[in-house]
Each structure stands twice: as C-alpha cells, then as structure tokens.
C-alpha cells in the first residue's frame, strides 16, 4: 500500500500533463453530477454517479501503479453510463431494474433490457460516432 501511494505521487510529479487530463474528465463528471437536483429520471441519474466512482477508483489504482486491475473498473464505468442512457431511452426500464430480484421472471427482464447488445443497440441509435468510440473502449478493457 505504501509502494502504491508513492507511485501515485510520482505519477502526479512526473506525469503532470496525463494528470491535467484526468483532472479536466474528473471536472467534466463533476459538473454533470453537479446538474443532477431533482433529475425527472432518479435511477439514470445514480447510474451516472456510479459510472464516475467506478472510473475515479481506475484512476486510483493507474496512478499508483495498478493498471491492469483498472480495466474491470473502466468496463464498469461504461457500463453504467450504458445502463443510464437505456433507462432513459426506453420507458419502464427504470422498474424493471429497481423490480429485478422480485421473481424469477423479473431478474431474466432485467438481464434481456440490459445485454450489452441491447445497450450498445441503444446507443448506436442514439449516437453512432460515440458508439464506435464506446465500442473500441469497451473492447480494449475486456482484452
């Protein structure tokens, strides 16, 4: 644990620019999560939260040295800001996640509305140039 704290001080030292980088993303989720008062879609909202704490931990581990361990964190972050646009795009989705662990019947919904396929399929609609560009991410944290 020592030898990760020093590390990241060093990247903080000598990788000042990188470090600027992530100081801009980490400004960027800020303001969004800053602009989420009263959000008509509560359950989108989290998900946007939960996708910036997944990617602020990525950054912890890359900094102190950890990078390997920061691909399940990253994927993870994709994958909540995924879940988030789906929600918002398909009306009900919303329950259908908050009602997944009811019955059977209800987790295999959830687990239909939220393949990757489906959730990659929405964005896709929605923004095709950012879907490659998720795509090519995506693939590089499961490789």
Not at 5 to 23: C, D, P, T, W, Y
Not at 120 to 136: F, I, N, R, Y
Request: aromatic share 10%; with cysteine.
């Amino acid at each position: 644990m020592t030898d990760a704290f020093k590390n990241s001080l060093a990247s903080f030292v000598r990788r000042h620019g990188e470090f600027e980088m992530l100081l801009r993303i980490h400004s960027n989720f800020a303001k969004i999560c800053d602009n989420l008062a009263n959000p008509p879609d509560f359950l989108g909202a989290i998900f946007i939260i939960r996708s910036h704490g997944a990617w602020l931990g990525a950054v912890r581990l890359a900094l102190s040295g950890q990078v390997p361990e920061t691909y399940p964190l990253l994927r993870s972050s994709l994958e909540y800001a995924l879940y988030a646009l789906q929600i918002n795009k398909t009306k009900g989705l919303g329950e259908v996640w908050i009602r997944r662990h009811d019955d059977g019947n209800s987790i295999k919904a959830m687990k239909k509305a939220f393949q990757h396929v489906t959730v990659m399929d929405t964005l896709k609609t929605s923004d095709s140039k950012l879907h490659a560009t998720l795509e090519t991410l995506y693939e590089r944290t499961i490789d």
